[in-house]
């Protein structure tokens, strides 16, 4: 065998084994909140001023808070959860239940509140879910929910503020 066949086959296997991790280990680059154009669209300097840090690590880069560490994970009052980065009504209290998993769950959200996308990280394949006005990243949906829809919205507490109805 020559050097220079060799050489294409190494480059041939390089290449192959970049391309299996890029599948099983998602992006290379660290995710980021969704990509798009959105009614509000700040710099990371303007959304770091707007949001605390721990806000701004999940909206913004997409990370997920420890479960059962938000309060919201508890609340029970009538009103309705919105996008803590742009203040959009994004779910109604009365599609909220316990999922048992730590963060705050829902079967569905309010009409055009919300936008996905594929989310390959993490070894498998799932849905992202987002602010539609700002892209903020929420967190992700499942197909184990209850009833009508089926869905589980498992989202981060730290990315919604809630609103108690004024009659609650």
Same mark, same amino acid.
């Given at each position: 065998?020559?050097?220079?066949?060799?050489?294409?086959?190494?480059?041939? #296997?390089? !290449?192959?084994?970049?391309?299996?991790?890029?599948?099983?280990? &998602?992006?290379?680059? +660290? @995710?980021?909140? $969704? *990509?798009?154009?959105?009614?509000?669209?700040?710099?990371?300097?303007?959304?770091?001023?707007?949001?605390?840090?721990?806000?701004?690590?999940?909206?913004?880069?997409?990370?997920?808070?420890?479960?059962?560490?938000?309060? #919201?994970? !508890?609340?029970?009052?009538?009103?309705?959860?919105?996008?803590? &980065?742009?203040?959009? +009504? @994004?779910?109604? $209290? *009365?599609?909220?239940?316990?999922?048992?998993?730590?963060?705050?769950?829902?079967?569905?959200?309010?009409?055009?509140?919300?936008?996905?996308?594929?989310?390959?990280?993490?070894?498998?394949?799932?849905?992202?879910?987002?602010?539609?006005?700002?892209?903020?990243?929420?967190?992700?949906?499942?197909?184990?929910?209850?009833? +009508?829809?089926?869905?589980?919205?498992?989202?981060?507490?730290?990315?919604?503020?809630?609103?108690?109805?004024?009659?609650?």
């Amino acid at each position: 065998m020559t050097q220079a066949s060799d050489l294409t086959r190494r480059t041939l #296997l390089t !290449a192959g084994v970049a391309g299996l991790a890029l599948s099983v280990f &998602g992006r290379w680059a +660290p @995710a980021r909140a $969704s *990509e798009g154009t959105f009614e509000i669209t700040l710099s990371d300097a303007q959304w770091r001023e707007k949001l605390t840090k721990q806000q701004f690590a999940v909206l913004r880069e997409e990370a997920t808070e420890r479960a059962f560490t938000s309060p #919201l994970n !508890a609340e029970k009052r009538k009103g309705m959860f919105h996008c803590a &980065g742009c203040d959009l +009504p @994004a779910y109604s $209290s *009365e599609a909220k239940y316990d999922s048992g998993t730590g963060w705050p769950s829902f079967w569905k959200a309010e009409d055009g509140a919300i936008g996905t996308k594929e989310d390959r990280s993490l070894f498998s394949v799932r849905t992202e879910v987002h602010c539609s006005r700002c892209g903020g990243h929420f967190g992700h949906i499942f197909d184990d929910g209850p009833a +009508p829809t089926g869905k589980r919205h498992c989202l981060n507490g730290v990315a919604l503020a809630f609103k108690p109805a004024q009659n609650a």
